[in-house]
Structures are given as structure tokens and as C-alpha cells.
């Protein structure tokens, strides 16, 4: 009895130092990691209790890391991942989360060490090649954010996201055919419906730069009626000849949003060419109270005034559009320049003046962030534990 008793004690004992020291075979970190792409809370409790069970605190905490991203909470995943961990064998989940938090926090100059890390040790890592696209787009370097969404396309062929993203970039830089290949290419990888009809008003706009007024009516078949869509369909209309269509559609947005700039354009456009100049002008001088630096408008302001013997405001504005000229070729030579140069602070602390000028507040805001993003990176923090770039993980 009594050594049934010791046997039986025994046992319990083995069980339990098992419990300690091992998990079941399907309790493993990528197990965690699934069962975190399934957003399943329970799941990853169990995987995550298994584990440091088994003694496996780091992989644990690379479990909950992991789930905590999905959740937003990218400070708390920060403050469990430690430097030590990026030295061990969880070096590569460690870079992508810590990478990931810190590009998801703004935190430019720590994200993209890591991120260009993980990508230079493991070329297969495609949120990696995501992330430092939309960085390096951010920081006006749109060439490298091109170089990492064609990774993106080349790890995942069927995602639109990419070939979105580089016809916006394409777009922005007045590429318009290639911009209207990358769009195209997204429109045929199934992007969400809601996606779809932004991706199809980008393509418009795209065509309308390229003069395909034809094309443009196409791409916008089938999307919701918008301020924004019904101007593009009018300056389709009225290029295509179709002259009263074009004057309802934009009746029909003033209406509604007298304020709405590009329906003030384009009336003044439709005015002009029926002969009203003095309506034409109030409306051309009110867009560009909003617009200041839109040169296609001044520049149809200045051959208003000339028709209407106003040859004293024509010379007036004749001053304003050669100063808005100037600093928007100097805006294309510093995007130029920031381009060549990714780091360069000069050529982007130089744009923030100039957007400043243009009256382009928000475009001069995020050349302020860039500027500062790679002042930080040539001039880090010199402090006495200040961390090493490789291994800075900390917000």
C-alpha cells in the first residue's frame, strides 16, 4: 500500500516536471504565429502559456508580440521585445515586429536600420519590402519606394497594393503611362470594391493628363457619383464635344459645394469658351484663393485679362505667375535632388520653404517630417546609452 502510494506520488511528480520542461509537439512558435494570422485569442493564450512553461520565455514573448501588432498596441510589443533577442535565433521575427512598430509609430530613423536588416538577411520578407516602400514614398525618395514594391510584386503577384501605390508615386511625378500601367495592373488583381472605385477615379485622372478623354470615361464606368467623379466625367464631356452634358455636371456640383475648386475651374472654362469672360474671371480668381499655386489657372486668368483690355491686372498677375512659376520649377529641381540623394537634409529643408511659398501646407508638412527623419539619422542622439542603431528597438 505504501509503495503504491510512493509510485503514484512519483508519477505525479514526472507529470508535472513534464508540464515544466515540454509542450505537445503542435504548442511551437510558428504554431503561436498562426494561430495569431487567425486571430485566434484563445489560441495564441495557449501557445503562449505552453510555452513558457517549456522555459521558452523569448519565443513566448514573440507569440504575444505578435498578437499585441494585430491589436495596435505597438509601445507594449516594444517595451517586451529586449536588444539580446535580435542576436538569438528569433532574430528575424524580432527585426520585423520591432520594425514594424516603430514604422507603424513614425519612428523612421529606428524602423529602417531594422527593416533593411531583415530584408539584406532574409529577401523573402515582404511586409519588410512594404514598410520601407511607404517610408521611403514618405520621405520623398521615390525611386528606392519603387525598388521595394517591385519586391512586393515579385513575393506577392496577385496583391493590388503594390501596383497601387506605385501608380500614386508614378502619378505624383507626372509619369503618367507608367502610372496608368501600374493602376491597370491593380484594377485586374481584385482590389475590394471600395478600393476599386478610388483606383478607378486615379486611373481617370491619369488618362485626363494623357489626353485619353475616351479611356477616362471608361475607367470611371460603374463608380458612385462624387464631386471629384463628376468633374472628371464633365472635362471628359466637354473635350469629347459634349458641351451640355459637361455644364450640367458641373452646375450640378456648384450647386451643391460653390466652394468646390476644380468645378470653379473648369466652369470658367466652359464660360470662357461661350464668350462670358467677366464670369469666367470671378470664378478663375476665386479658385484661386484656395489654389494659389495652380499656374494652369493664373495662366488663363492672364489671357482673360488680355481679352478684356484689363492690361493694368494683366500686369499684375503677370508678376504673380512668374513668381509662382519660379518656385514651382524650383519645387521639381529640389524633388530632384531629394531623389538622387535619399538622406539629403538641404534639398528637403529647402521644400518645406518652398511649398511654404506655393501655399502647399500639407506637402511642406511632410518634407518638414522627412528633413527631420534624416537629420536624426546623420546626427543620432549622443548620449552615454544611446543604443546602437542595429539593435535600437525602443520607442
Not at 504548442?27 to 493564450?45: M, Q
Request: with cysteine; glycine share 6%.
Amino acid at each position: 500500500m505504501v509503495s503504491a502510494l510512493v509510485v503514484s506520488g512519483l508519477l505525479v511528480g514526472v507529470s508535472l516536471l513534464a508540464m515544466r520542461f515540454f509542450r505537445p509537439s503542435n504548442l511551437t512558435l510558428a504554431e503561436g504565429l498562426r494561430r495569431v494570422e487567425n486571430v485566434d485569442a484563445e489560441g495564441v493564450d495557449l501557445v503562449e502559456q505552453a510555452l513558457l512553461r517549456s522555459g521558452a520565455r523569448d519565443e513566448a514573448a514573440v507569440v504575444r508580440s505578435a498578437w499585441l501588432v494585430r491589436r495596435a498596441q505597438y509601445r507594449q510589443v516594444l517595451d517586451r521585445l529586449t536588444p539580446d533577442m535580435i542576436a538569438g535565433p528569433l532574430r528575424p521575427h524580432v527585426l520585423r515586429l520591432a520594425g514594424e512598430c516603430l514604422f507603424k509609430l513614425g519612428q523612421f530613423d529606428r524602423a529602417e536600420p531594422l527593416l533593411i536588416q531583415l530584408v539584406a538577411e532574409h529577401p523573402d520578407e515582404v511586409d519588410a519590402h512594404r514598410f520601407l516602400a511607404a517610408m521611403f514614398y514618405d520621405l520623398g525618395a521615390p525611386d528606392l519606394a519603387l525598388r521595394a514594391l517591385n519586391q512586393v510584386v515579385r513575393l506577392k503577384p496577385l496583391d493590388y497594393r503594390p501596383h497601387h501605390l506605385a501608380g500614386t508615386i508614378l502619378t505624383d511625378n507626372e509619369n503618367f503611362v507608367m502610372a496608368a500601367k501600374e493602376l491597370r495592373l491593380s484594377l485586374l488583381k481584385s482590389p475590394p470594391e471600395e478600393v476599386r472605385q478610388l483606383i478607378q477615379g486615379e486611373l481617370a485622372h491619369v488618362l485626363i493628363s494623357l489626353r485619353d478623354f475616351q479611356g477616362a470615361l471608361d475607367a470611371l464606368s460603374g463608380i458612385q457619383p462624387s464631386p471629384a467623379t463628376d468633374n472628371q466625367r464633365a472635362e471628359c464631356f466637354w473635350s469629347l464635344g459634349e458641351v451640355l452634358k459637361a455644364d450640367q455636371l458641373v452646375d450640378a456640383v456648384l450647386a451643391n459645394n460653390p466652394e468646390h475648386v476644380n468645378s470653379l475651374k473648369l466652369k470658367a472654362r466652359f464660360l470662357e469658351d461661350a464668350g462670358k469672360g467677366e464670369q469666367a474671371l470671378k470664378l478663375l480668381k476665386k479658385s484661386l484663393v484656395t489654389e494659389p499655386f495652380n499656374l494652369n489657372a493664373r495662366y488663363q486668368l492672364l489671357q482673360l485679362y488680355g481679352v478684356l483690355g484689363k492690361n493694368e491686372e494683366r500686369a499684375t498677375e503677370l508678376t504673380e505667375y512668374n513668381r509662382y512659376r519660379e518656385l514651382q520649377s524650383r519645387l521639381v529641381e529640389l524633388n530632384q535632388q531629394a531623389n538622387a540623394d535619399p538622406g539629403a537634409v538641404a534639398p528637403r529643408r529647402e521644400l518645406v520653404e518652398v511649398c511654404q511659398a506655393l501655399g502647399r501646407q500639407k506637402l511642406a508638412d511632410m518634407w518638414r517630417r522627412a528633413a527631420e527623419y534624416c537629420d536624426r539619422r546623420q546626427h543620432p542622439p549622443m548620449t552615454p546609452n544611446a543604443p546602437r542603431p542595429s539593435t535600437d528597438i525602443k520607442p
